[in-house]
């Protein structure tokens, strides 16, 4: 099967712009060889951390906008998402199963992307905001 091309575009910050993210994600893991479930399940990752990345990240802010890109290298699908806000830690997101955090009514997006894919990596973007990298594997 043939490697699908890189691929990167910017994003809206309004929800509208979660089902282009979450469209586009599938239609390329599809491309490389992702079977249905995992499609889906990148779908959802991806639905997760571009909300996180609008509402958290940039507040809704019209003026800010995501980055979106995905590429393919080694049998690995890798997911970049950035948004223009202030940033945050990865070791501030509360644990969703623990009792206290429970109600929350959100919190549950990192968690659920995390497991989803093989490596999680967040850091700080330049200049300014949260740069999230996520990759699942083929196979």
Do not use: C
Not at 103 to 130: C, K, L
């Amino acid at each position: 099967m043939a490697q699908p091309a890189a691929w990167t575009t910017s994003l809206e910050s309004v929800l509208e712009s979660v089902e282009v993210a979450e469209e586009a994600v599938k239609r390329y893991a599809e491309e490389a060889g992702f079977g249905e479930s995992d499609q889906f399940f990148l779908g959802l990752a991806v639905r997760e951390i571009v909300i996180n990345a609008i509402v958290h990240g940039n507040r809704r802010d019209a003026s800010k906008r995501v980055g979106f890109g995905l590429s393919m290298e080694d049998q690995t699908l890798s997911i970049e998402v950035t948004d223009e806000g202030d940033g945050f830690q990865i070791e501030s997101v509360e644990d969703p199963g623990l009792p206290q955090n429970q109600d929350r009514p959100s919190g549950r997006g990192v968690t659920m992307a995390m497991a989803i894919v093989d490596e999680f990596h967040v850091q700080g973007n330049v200049p300014a905001g949260t740069r999230i990298q996520m990759k699942k594997h083929l196979g």
